[in-house]
């Protein structure tokens, strides 16, 4: 997890950016755009909506249901790869990265539902992978069937093993996913080969960003996808394709499966070549005449690291999952916004803030969890459900972009009994059932309060199935229900759009309670999340725009509860 070095402890002043702006070096294309303070709806293609009945979502089930995702209110869709891919992790293994998975559908739905949000006034962020590419692609399989030290390995990291007849991996380091981070060929003749390495899955080879050929060819898939209309890239990992490959051991044990903490402090994450790549990128985002956003998951160990990552020429924003990995905590979450923001105030530059993703376990279900969402999570309660919400409301306070995940609209909780032989996700192999994996986030949207997949397909059942109590939390019933979490939302997200200025880009903490968090954006605005076990009380020249949940008294903030407030305006204002 990401820690700030320097112990900055509050960020206590507030900066208006247009005074920034005239008082410093900042890069004026990057002050005030679309993307500022832009809410992004994360789109998980394969488990939005299935327009062609085959249990599969695909990109006409999304243009079918964009004016869900427009009158949500936000700004932006973020949308999981749609590449032709094998599939062996979501499509995150890609085969080839210039046409659509018929999983997903054709270049041609590809354009309809660019032009179709771009008319609602959404626009359309794709998911760039870069670290890697599957095992399918025809690069990696012209270089299985060419020889050690040819240009066609050069695009990869073969290595020879170490030990007698080179059976032992080139060196220790771990696979996230779990188990080894090399792998080993066969030569043509059928005798064992050099080892190619694999930071994910062994089915998605670490592409050599060292190699121009490489660098070509991206290039290309950039010009490909935004020529047609993409707006930005969300760059997949991209602090690993920055590699330190002196090979060194790390210190791993044979026997250590499954090492999720291994993202950010090591050889291979983050080093400094990155930053050529991205700048390259930049470039080429700046060939067009519109904006074209980059925002990059960038896990890295400290706030310096970070930083270097939103430098002028580089990337506009980075999408953090530290806020995901903390527990329902004050101080820690202080702690970590505080730390992410100073990345951001050093650079001038904006976080894309978020709680979800379709690789984190559901919020309500974390926030259920008296400690850390490990191992087997206890079932979901009402307070998990409050503290989701109350956590979306500071989340949606914080200066910069936001992203919500597919369904936590609608408080969708983890699905933790799919039946093991529908469960898809490498870790779950790769550790040897240990883990259970991502699959449980990833389950399809309910729509419908009834049919055979509460409206996700018309008649088909979904890829993965759907838990009974869904019925009651589906589009169609929340609307309904004018208390749901989905008008909750709805309601945020309105407001959100017209209380902040594009400019406010500080906040301060104010003092409070231990165990109250009280957020200021303005002299009128304030947010209050109340962690403590004990309710907090409004002073009476506040007023709640919005709460967590109805509040019991007009002045009352509820334990794990959370409120919008403004400054009451006077009867003769
Ligand atoms: C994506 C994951 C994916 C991994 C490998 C991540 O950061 O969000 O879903 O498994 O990259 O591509």
Not at 312 to 319: A, F, I, K, N, Y
Request: glycine share 8%.
């Amino acid at each position: 997890m990401i820690v700030d070095e320097r112990e900055h402890g509050q960020i206590l002043e507030s900066i208006h950016l247009p005074t920034l702006l005239a008082s410093s070096d900042v890069d004026t294309e990057t002050s005030l755009r679309w993307w500022h303070k832009a809410v992004l709806y994360e789109v998980f293609l394969r488990s939005f909506a299935d327009a062609n009945d085959d249990g599969e979502g695909d990109i006409a089930g999304l243009v079918s249901r964009l004016p869900y995702i427009k009158d949500l209110g936000v700004d932006a869709v973020w949308i999981s790869p749609w590449y032709v891919s094998p599939m062996r992790d979501g499509g995150y293994d890609v085969k080839n990265f210039l046409d659509v998975d018929p999983l997903f559908g054709t270049l041609e739905d590809v354009q309809n539902l660019i032009d179709a949000s771009h008319e609602l006034g959404l626009r359309v962020v794709l998911d760039l992978v870069s670290n890697h590419c599957s095992s399918q692609h025809p690069w990696f399989q012209s270089a299985l069937a060419s020889p050690e030290g040819s240009k066609e390995r050069e695009w990869f990291y073969f290595k020879d093993g170490r030990g007698e007849g080179g059976n032992e991996p080139p060196n220790d380091w771990k696979s996230i996913f779990g188990g080894p981070a090399w792998t080993r060929t066969q030569n043509p003749d059928g005798t064992p080969g050099q080892w190619y390495f694999n930071l994910f899955d062994s089915s998605q080879p670490d592409l050599n960003w060292k190699n121009e050929e490489v660098l070509k060819h991206f290039d290309e898939i950039l010009r490909f996808w935004f020529d047609r209309g993409v707006d930005g890239f969300r760059l997949d990992a991209v602090s690993a394709i920055g590699k330190d490959d002196d090979y060194r051991d790390m210190g791993f044990a044979p026997d250590d499966l499954y090492r999720p903490d291994i993202w950010g402090p090591v050889p291979f994450f983050d080093a400094d070549g990155v930053h050529d790549v991205l700048r390259r990128w930049r470039r080429v985002a700046r060939e067009y005449p519109t904006e074209k956003f980059l925002v990059g998951e960038v896990v890295v160990r400290d706030v310096d690291r970070l930083a270097r990552y939103l430098r002028r020429d580089e990337l506009q924003s980075t999408l953090s999952f530290d806020l995901c990995k903390i527990v329902w905590d004050a101080n820690a979450f202080r702690q970590m916004i505080n730390t992410l923001q100073s990345a951001c105030f050093e650079r001038r530059s904006w976080m894309t803030w978020t709680l979800s993703s379709h690789d984190e376990k559901r919020t309500v279900s974390r926030y259920s969890q008296d400690g850390p969402a490990e191992g087997v999570l206890a079932d979901v309660t009402q307070t998990g459900r409050e503290r989701a919400r109350s956590g979306y409301l500071l989340a949606l306070t914080l200066p910069g972009s936001a992203c919500i995940f597919q369904g936590e609209e609608l408080g969708l909780w983890e699905v933790t009994d799919i039946p093991e032989d529908k469960l898809q996700d490498p870790i779950y192999f790769r550790t040897g059932k240990q883990e259970l994996g991502r699959d449980g986030c990833r389950v399809p949207l309910p729509w419908e309060k009834e049919g055979t997949s509460l409206g996700f397909s018309s008649s088909h059942e979904a890829w993965l199935p759907q838990p009974r109590g869904w019925a009651d939390v589906s589009v169609a019933t929340q609307l309904d229900d004018t208390s749901s979490t989905l008008r909750f939302f709805r309601s945020v997200l309105a407001l959100r759009s017209t209380i902040f200025n594009d400019d406010e880009w500080a906040f301060t903490w104010d003092p409070s309670p231990t165990g109250v968090l009280v957020l200021r954006r303005g002299p009128d605005f304030r947010c209050v999340v109340n962690f403590s076990g004990e309710p907090f009380q409004i002073g009476p020249d506040e007023e709640a725009l919005v709460s967590s949940s109805p509040l019991t008294h007009e002045l009352v903030i509820d334990v794990n509860n959370a409120a919008w407030l403004r400054a009451r305006r006077s009867a003769t204002n």
